[in-house]
């Protein structure tokens, strides 16, 4: 069964950047598109990126020329560059396979917290 680990959160400051990493262990990332998920207080879970095997990207309209998702399948890790950070990106990142039938259970995800 695969493990997913996400690292990389953390405090900054509005306008600054931090890159998170989500590690997978158990089974190869590489043949399925992968996502990352977010999901603020007192909200659902939501796509913000994902990436298919091929390297194809999509983007939530609200992190779309911000956030870039990338992929190193040597490495089973996913990550997701996040820049220009608002607000309200404040949330607990996770990652996981986007397809629900693919999915595994989720991570303790890595908080990502932004002060203005």
């Known amino acids: 069964q695969v493990q997913l680990v996400e690292s990389g959160g953390g405090l900054v400051q509005v306008g600054g950047s931090l890159r998170l990493s989500c590690a997978a262990s158990g089974r190869s990332f590489s043949s399925n598109a992968v996502g990352w998920f977010r999901q603020a207080p007192g909200k659902q879970r939501e796509l913000v990126a994902d990436i298919s095997s091929g390297g194809l990207t999509n983007y939530a309209g609200s992190v779309k020329g911000r956030f870039t998702i990338s992929r190193d399948n040597a490495k089973n890790t996913v990550y997701l560059q996040m820049n220009s950070l608002k607000p309200e990106d404040t949330a607990v990142y996770y990652c996981?396979?986007?397809?629900?039938?693919?999915?595994?259970?989720w991570g303790q995800g890595t908080q990502v917290t932004v002060s203005s």
């Open positions: 996981n396979f986007v397809r629900v039938v693919l999915r595994a259970s």
